[in-house]
Nanobody, 115 residues
Framework: QVQLVESGGGVVAPGGSTVLSCTLS?????????MEWHRQQPGKQRELVAE???????HYANAVKGRFTISRDNRANTVYLKMDDLKVEDTAVYYC????????WGQGTQVTVSS
């Protein structure tokens, strides 16, 4: 059974940093799969924030480019999202996702940026 388990998040001051992690359970060759981070801001639809391909290439939404960094540890079946220079508008529930398993999402982790 495929499961994505997230950790991290919480309350962060504007300009601060935090790291989210997401681990894939099950007997998968994690290095073969694209992984993504999405977020859902209050009152808005879920949106793609960052993605990382098996090659290690990355892509970011314009709103987070230069502030967020997605990375992966294939030995640990884990994808990370390092979030720097956080803004109030980054407040959202963050989800990890692997497009190979379209119906599978992490449980979501709340990030609140507030002074």
């Amino acid at each position: 059974q495929v499961q994505l388990v997230e950790s991290g998040g919480g309350v962060v001051a504007p300009g601060g940093s935090t790291v989210l992690s997401c681990t894939l359970s099950g007997d998968w060759e994690f290095n073969l799969y694209e992984m993504e981070w999405h977020r859902q801001q209050p009152g808005k639809q879920r949106e793609l924030v960052a993605e990382i391909y098996p090659s290690g290439n990355t892509h970011y939404a314009n709103a987070v480019k230069g502030r967020f960094t997605i990375s992966r540890d294939n030995r640990a079946n884990t994808v990370y999202l390092k979030m720097d220079d956080l803004k109030v508008e980054d407040t959202a529930v963050y989800y990890c996702h692997g497009p190979y398993w379209p119906q599978v999402w992490g449980q979501g982790t709340q990030v609140t940026v507030s002074s």
